[in-house]
């Protein structure tokens, strides 16, 4: 079966791209441990859009992003921008998820025939896990965006919801792209 849509690893890596330079260019109103976060995710998807999906590639990304998930919330309780870490933080964990998807499946030639490469055949509780996420993602976007008295003014406001749906784009185009 091919994938649903088969640019989906370079729109997840566009989308990551967008968010980190906006995460970045916020620079004062992000701490240490969001840009890190921001930064490591497009990374991962760059790498994840570049090359195959062998199972050892899928769970060291798959730690890489977990470590950066639990890197991004350090000292940020009570500050303004735990609330936009936290957010970073859950889509590293949705990404690893889908990185230790990737690498379950390819590591059975199984998987392969069924999901049409070694990526992610919506099969098995880490595809439960991965779509659970991706709409948490999206609907506190949402929430957040909408809802939500915002946190920053200004300049910062407006990279900060670039990134913010950036992220969601990318969590969204990779939950329907696999």
Sequence with gaps: ?????????????????????????????????????????????????????DAA??????????????????????????????????????MAVCAFQSASAGSSSDAVATSG???HGLNGVLSIIGIVGVVGVVLWTVVAEWFVEPVHEGRA???LTIESWAMAAGVAVMCLGF
């Design 157 to 159: 406001a407006t990279l």
């Design 117 to 119: 490469h070694a990526g």
């Design 57 to 94: 590639r899928g769970l060291l990304l798959g730690a890489v992003l977990l470590l950066s998930a639990m890197l991004g919330t350090i000292g940020v309780r009570g500050t303004p921008a735990a609330a936009a870490c936290c957010h970073r933080a859950l889509v590293s964990l949705v």
């Design 1 to 53: 079966m091919d994938p649903i849509l088969p640019a989906a690893p370079w729109l997840m890596a566009l989308a990551a791209l967008v968010s980190a330079v906006a995460c970045v260019a916020a620079w004062r109103a992000v701490p240490w441990q969001g840009r890190q976060s921001a930064l490591v995710m497009a990374a991962a998807m760059l790498v994840v859009a570049a090359g195959g999906g």
